[in-house]
Nanobody, 124 residues
Framework: QVQLVESGGGLVQAGGSLRLSCKAS????????MGWFRQAPGKEREFVGG????????YYADSVKGRFTISRDNAQNTVYLQMNSLRPEDTAVYYCAAKYDSSWSNDERFYDYWGQGTQVTVSS
């Protein structure tokens, strides 16, 4: 069993930065690949990026590539989403998710555990 708690969301102006954290409970955090998803009002949840269960191996959706960076600290049971050059269209609730496997997936159905989400609002 893994519990995920996101933090770090908030209100930021366009062009600004935020770093989201996702703290995991449990002893097997390093066994999980991690994903970040987001859901904007009136839209379906979409994949933002993923990270293999090791500290290397990332993938990003085209919409965030070059602006967002995912990293993890297995010793701290934490995964991060560094978001730079934020745009109003990045406004959404952001979720982290854990997948008991070596690699991420862009399909939310393959994830085993989810956090509660954290709101990110980017003003123009």
């Amino acid at each position: 069993q893994v519990q995920l708690v996101e933090s770090g969301g908030g209100l930021v102006q366009a062009g600004g930065s935020l770093r989201l954290s996702c703290k995991a409970s449990g002893r097997s955090f390093s066994s999980y690949a991690m994903g970040w998803f987001r859901q904007a009002p009136g839209k379906e949840r979409e994949f933002v990026g993923g990270l293999r269960r090791s500290t290397s191996g990332t993938y990003y959706a085209d919409s965030v590539k070059g602006r967002f960076t995912i990293s993890r600290d297995n010793a701290q049971n934490t995964v991060y989403l560094q978001m730079n050059s934020l745009r109003p269209e990045d406004t959404a609730v952001y979720y982290c998710a854990a997948k008991y496997d070596s690699s991420w997936s862009n399909d939310e159905r393959f994830y085993d555990y989810w956090g509660q989400g954290t709101q990110v609002t980017v003003s123009s």
